[in-house]
């Protein structure tokens, strides 16, 4: 095998060039003997050994070795873990979203009564006669609406959220630096993420009457700038055990692209391509009761085509070992924080991305999630108006309807009358 010379780069020559100078002398050709261990050939799955003297041993059932995962950080790791891994990571971690799902029925149960006592929608009542009181007690909603106005006003100004703040000692460069980057933020806010006030309002209306909403913080793949989202308050999934987004052990993200929100992702390299078909579920019903409640309040109906249907998928930021297969973890049995995307439908892994910091030696997790509580709850969710208020809406309203139907039954000029029968 032939070796190059080596050169150096001295300091640049008068015209600027750099000159290369010979480390030290060599000569133009050098032989160098590499030894390569022979490998053993594979033929129709089956590999083939052949030993030193000259048998040759067979081996039906040889074990595969993963390839090795390039060292970039940001890498998609589920391009480089064998499927049979990844399938296994996709049914234990659904397995504990769903768990997830049961521990906090009540909590959501709750919410959804909450929100219908609102009374976006009118009830056409046929008990205890046709025509009966269908109305709520407007009780929830002026507390949530007030809650909501006074928010926006106070954290959506017109003229952006951000005002700088300087900790201590404040020259006059400083302040101009601080100026910059607050009016560039403001600018970003109101006219370069045209999405940020709206999103923001619709989270406010949650926030009060819920308790608990969620904003995810990202750099979006298609788009190409930073963004955040606000998460629908069912479409963010935490285990019982959970206290804080730093500590919860499986945080997991619903979302719900359309056929073109994957296909662009795919494109972009932030999903791999594993020939997901259309959306099975044309109506994308579902049994969570707040989504249910939510669909019921706003007048919406799930979409009965395919084109307007969407995928479900779990985005779970959780701590997992991938036996080796991670060749920047080098202990196996330490999990370490990863983000993992699974379709909800095939169990499918799409994509697997480290989830800490290049330089971090101790690889923390990093939280892209922000938590809004509204009051602090007994665990992980808050509490809002759903839980405090409910009782006495709920009472509200039944006294007015009895008030109403009441009112109704005396006015009705039809019926019979017992005789002796006194009127009040």
Same mark, same amino acid.
């Given at each position: 095998?032939?070796?190059?010379?080596?050169?150096?780069?001295?300091?640049?020559?008068?015209?600027?060039?750099?000159?290369?100078?010979?480390?030290?002398?060599?000569?133009?050709?050098?032989?160098?003997?590499?030894?390569?261990?022979?490998?053993?050939?594979?033929?129709?799955?089956?590999?083939?050994?052949?030993?030193?003297?000259?048998?040759?041993?067979?081996?039906?059932?040889?074990?595969?070795?993963?390839?090795?995962?390039?060292?970039?950080?940001?890498?998609?790791?589920?391009?480089?873990?064998?499927?049979?891994?990844?399938?296994?990571?996709?049914?234990?971690?659904?397995?504990?979203?769903?768990?997830?799902?049961?521990?906090?029925?009540?909590?959501?149960?709750?919410?959804?009564?909450?929100?219908?006592?609102?009374?976006?929608?009118?009830?056409?009542?046929?008990?205890?006669?046709?025509?009966?009181?269908?109305?709520?007690?407007?009780?929830?909603?002026?507390?949530?609406?007030?809650?909501?106005?006074?928010?926006?006003?106070?954290?959506?100004?017109?003229?952006?959220?951000?005002?700088?703040?300087?900790?201590?000692?404040?020259?006059?460069?400083?302040?101009?630096?601080?100026?910059?980057?607050?009016?560039?933020?403001?600018?970003?806010?109101?006219?370069?993420?045209?999405?940020?006030?709206?999103?923001?309002?619709?989270?406010?209306?949650?926030?009060?009457?819920?308790?608990?909403?969620?904003?995810?913080?990202?750099?979006?793949?298609?788009?190409?700038?930073?963004?955040? $989202? !606000?998460?629908?308050? +069912?479409? =963010?999934?935490?285990?019982?055990? %959970?206290?804080? /987004?730093? &500590?919860?052990?499986? #945080?997991?993200?619903?979302?719900?692209?359309?056929?073109?929100?994957?296909?662009?992702?795919?494109?972009?390299?932030?999903?791999?391509?594993?020939?997901?078909?259309?959306?099975?579920?044309?109506?994308?019903?579902?049994?969570?009761?707040?989504?249910?409640?939510?669909?019921?309040?706003?007048?919406?109906?799930?979409?009965?085509?395919?084109?307007?249907?969407?995928? $479900? !998928?779990?985005?779970? +930021?959780? =701590?997992?070992?991938?036996?080796? %297969?991670?060749? /920047?973890? &080098?202990?196996?049995? #330490?999990?370490?924080?990863?983000?993992?995307?699974?379709?909800?439908?095939?169990?499918?892994?799409?994509?697997?991305?480290?989830?800490?910091?290049?330089?971090?030696?101790?690889?923390?997790?990093?939280?892209?999630?922000?938590?809004?509580?509204?009051?602090?709850?007994?665990?992980?969710?808050?509490?809002?108006?759903?839980?405090?208020?409910?009782?006495?809406?709920?009472?509200?309203?039944?006294?007015?309807?009895?008030?109403?139907?009441?009112?109704?039954?005396?006015?009705?000029?039809?019926?019979?009358?017992?005789?002796?029968?006194?009127?009040?």
């Amino acid at each position: 095998m032939r070796a190059p010379r080596r050169h150096s780069i001295a300091p640049p020559d008068s015209a600027g060039e750099p000159v290369f100078a010979p480390l030290d002398p060599m000569p133009d050709e050098v032989e160098i003997d590499l030894s390569l261990a022979p490998g053993p050939s594979m033929v129709e799955g089956a590999a083939l050994h052949e030993m030193a003297d000259g048998t040759v041993e067979v081996d039906l059932t040889p074990q595969q070795v993963p390839p090795l995962v390039p060292v970039e950080h940001g890498a998609n790791l589920a391009n480089f873990i064998p499927d049979s891994q990844l399938q296994n990571v996709a049914a234990e971690i659904i397995e504990g979203i769903d768990e997830d799902k049961t521990s906090r029925q009540q909590w959501e149960d709750q919410a959804a009564t909450g929100m219908k006592l609102m009374g976006f929608n009118c009830e056409d009542r046929t008990f205890p006669f046709n025509g009966a009181s269908g109305v709520y007690d407007t009780l929830m909603a002026e507390a949530v609406l007030r809650m909501q106005a006074i928010a926006y006003g106070e954290l959506l100004p017109p003229n952006g959220p951000v005002k700088p703040q300087i900790i201590g000692e404040a020259p006059d460069a400083l302040q101009r630096l601080a100026q910059r980057q607050a009016t560039w933020m403001n600018y970003y806010f109101t006219k370069g993420a045209p999405e940020y006030y709206p999103d923001f309002d619709q989270m406010l209306l949650y926030w009060p009457l819920i308790g608990s909403t969620f904003k995810k913080i990202y750099q979006d793949p298609v788009l190409t700038r930073p963004v955040a $989202t !606000f998460i629908m308050p +069912s479409d =963010f999934i935490a285990p019982y055990t %959970a206290t804080a /987004l730093e &500590t919860a052990a499986r #945080l997991t993200n619903v979302i719900r692209p359309s056929v073109r929100e994957l296909k662009l992702r795919t494109l972009a390299g932030f999903y791999r391509d594993v020939g997901l078909p259309p959306p099975s579920d044309l109506t994308t019903q579902t049994s969570e009761p707040l989504k249910q409640q939510t669909d019921a309040s706003t007048g919406l109906q799930p979409a009965s085509t395919i084109k307007s249907s969407t995928y $479900t !998928f779990y985005e779970t +930021s959780c =701590f997992w070992d991938f036996e080796g %297969a991670d060749p /920047l973890v &080098t202990e196996r049995g #330490l999990p370490v924080p990863y983000i993992v995307t699974i379709d909800n439908d095939s169990q499918k892994v799409l994509s697997v991305y480290r989830n800490w910091r290049v330089a971090d030696p101790t690889m923390q997790r990093r939280v892209t999630y922000a938590h809004y509580r509204f009051f602090p709850g007994f665990g992980f969710y808050g509490t809002g108006y759903a839980h405090i208020l409910g009782g006495m809406a709920k009472s509200a309203t039944t006294q007015r309807r009895q008030i109403e139907d009441s009112g109704t039954l005396n006015n009705f000029p039809g019926g019979l009358r017992v005789k002796g029968m006194r009127m009040d």
